[in-house]
Structure formats: structure tokens, C-alpha cells
């Protein structure tokens, strides 16, 4: 190591717990970005976690419903969603799978569980697009999970990287506008792992295993199970300290585009007058 290479880690800025909401046909989930305490972390519209056991939860799934202007992003630990969209797209998201969907200039799709009980567990990400990108044609990204290459970064700790590069391997998602970093970490009982991330992009960890301890060691942060952690923007790269136990997380970074957000449920442009044209498109089946 150079003593004088400014390789430092990146501090948690806040920490967030999410709130319990339902959304779709009342599915139950968590939701960490998109929330009365963090509205959003540009380019990042939302975060939620769907956990759970129970059919009831999440049997309902979400039923046909319009995007347009920005991107939605599934990852799935647990069970298997079907989706569909009213351009004739259909695909099976399974346990490890991603899906990138670039809604563009709209789609209409339903995401429904494949499955009539056992446990259902992913994220899904709204990522937003630039001004100039909004009213792209959809695009689709499904990546299975063995495309999701794994690496064995050190003793105990393994990195699916499912967008964005982890030294020199690069993850399957293309072409994204905000240039992501999309990585699954875990790491065994107290072992560490340092992560690179892009300078200038805002960042957060989420712990879903465990506790992580995050940060430069002389200010490193406990962070729990179910805590969101935005990161400062200073720093190129997270210091990750696994806690006593088997530990989870993802690492998503991005381009922040400092561009006016206008956001009406399913549809994010930059003006109230975009909205109500799409609103207007939508209701002229224009989708
Ligand atoms: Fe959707």
C-alpha cells in the first residue's frame, strides 16, 4: 500500500430504517428509498424490500400497471415472479436473477408471484433516466443468476456483481445512462472487504444478514439488519467489516443527474406539464 495514495473509505452519512407500506394487489414490502425520510438518492427513486413467508403477503402481486421515464430493477433472493408487458415481453425471475427494465417512453406490465407459498425475498430499484433518455423505446435486461459472475474476493467473502465493475469483473447489466454499481456482498463472521466506487456517484448499503460495520476504521459505522446507509460522497471505495454472524448486503452506486424531478406514482419526468401528457398518453393507450 502507498502511505500516500488517498485511498480513503467512504463515512456513512445517514442511516435509514424503512416503512412498512403495501403497494401493487397489497403486497406487503418494506421501503427504503421513495420514503417520508428519504424521498430519494439521486438517481435513485426508490428502494423496496419484498420479505416474506406468507402467501397473503405478497399472493396479490402487482397487476398490469404503467411506467414511464425511468428504470426499474429486480432482484431476486427468493421465489420466482412472472412478468409480462403489453409489447408481447414475458420472463420467469428466479432465485439470483435480475431483471433491468429501461421503461423508456412506457411500457404496461404486470409482475406476478410464480409461486403459491414458501418465501418471496428481492429489491426492487427505480433508477431514473436522464431528461434526454425518457422517452427511449423500453428495453429489457434479463439476466439469469449463473450470468451474475461471483467473486472470491477474499477468505469468506464472495461479490455477485450485478452491474458496475468489482476489480477487474465487470457485471452483465449494459448501457445503463448513470453507469451503476449493483453489487450482492457476503461476507462470513468478521470478515472485510473493500469496495471501489465510482467518484462523484451517490452511494448506499443495505444490510439484509447481520450487522456490517462500515466505513474508514477510525470512524467506522455499526450499521443493522434492515438499515439503509447513504454514504458521503468523498472516497473511492467502502471499507466492509463483517459483524459475528453470516453478513448480507448490497453496494449500488450512480450518477447522480441533478436534473428537476416531477413524480406521479408510476410515471417520473421533469416537469408537472410531462406528467399530465403522459397521464394523457396513457389514458389515449398510447403506451
Ligand atoms: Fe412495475
Known sequence: MNATATTTSRRVARVFRGQPTSDGAGVKLTRLIGQRDLDML????????????SASDYIGGFPSHPHRGFETVTYMLAGRMRHADNQGNSGLLTPGSVQWMTAGRGIVHSE????????????????????????????????APERIPTVEAADGVRVRVLAGRFGDTVGPVSGIAVEPLYLDIELAAAAHCAVKIPAGHNAFAYVYADTAELGPADAAKRIERGELAVLERDGEKLLITAGTETTR???????????????????????????????????????
Not at 119 to 141: S, T
Not at 271 to 285: F, K, M
Request: no cysteine; hydrophobic share 40%.
Open 42 to 53: 439521486d438517481p435513485f427513486l426508490l428502494l423496496d424490500e419484498f420479505r416474506s413467508n
Open 112 to 143: 406476478m408471484p410464480e409461486q403459491e407459498d414458501g418465501l418471496m425475498w428481492g429489491f426492487q430499484l427505480w433508477v431514473n433516466l436522464p431528461a434526454g433518455d425518457k422517452m427511449n423505446a423500453p428495453r429489457y435486461q434479463d439476466i
Open 249 to 287: 448486503l448490497i453496494v449500488v452506486a450512480g450518477k447522480p443527474l441533478n436534473e428537476p424531478v416531477a413524480r406521479y406514482g408510476p410515471f417520473v419526468m421533469n416537469t408537472p406539464e410531462q406528467i399530465v401528457e403522459t397521464i394523457r398518453d396513457y389514458q389515449a393507450g398510447k403506451f
